[in-house]
Nanobody, 120 residues
Framework: QVQLVESGGGLVQPGGSLRLSCAAS????????MTWYRQAPGKERELVAR????????NYAASVKGRFTISRDNTKNTVSLQMNSLKPEDTAVYYC?????????????WGQGTQVIVSS
């Protein structure tokens, strides 16, 4: 059974830091692109950061570049998002996604999300 379980969300003051983690199981983690998305109230879900199978150069949304760092551990089947210098506009539900395209089929898995609130 495929599972992606996010953790680490919470309430933090502007300028603070949080580290989100996503634990994966039920599939071959090292074969998947891992992405963090977020969705703020009333807004569409947006890509935050993406890391490829071999941890080659990650991609970041312009709004988080320089503040957030994505990393993965293929031995522990985890992907993390270190979030520094948090701003109120970073408030959202953060989702972990695993994606692979193989033999004409998309394999696309989502976690349940973890809430991040940046507020004083």
């Amino acid at each position: 059974q495929v599972q992606l379980v996010e953790s680490g969300g919470g309430l933090v003051q502007p300028g603070g830091s949080l580290r989100l983690s996503c634990a994966a199981s039920g599939f071959t983690f090292s074969n998947y692109v891992m992405t963090w998305y977020r969705q703020a109230p009333g807004k569409e879900r947006e890509l935050v950061a993406r890391i490829f199978e071999t941890s080659s150069t990650p991609n970041y949304a312009a709004s988080v570049k320089g503040r957030f760092t994505i990393s993965r551990d293929n031995t522990k089947n985890t992907v993390s998002l270190q979030m520094n210098s948090l701003k109120p506009e970073d408030t959202a539900v953060y989702y972990c996604n695993a994606f692979r395209y193989l033999l004409g089929r998309n394999y696309d898995y989502w976690g349940q999300g973890t809430q991040v609130i940046v507020s004083s």
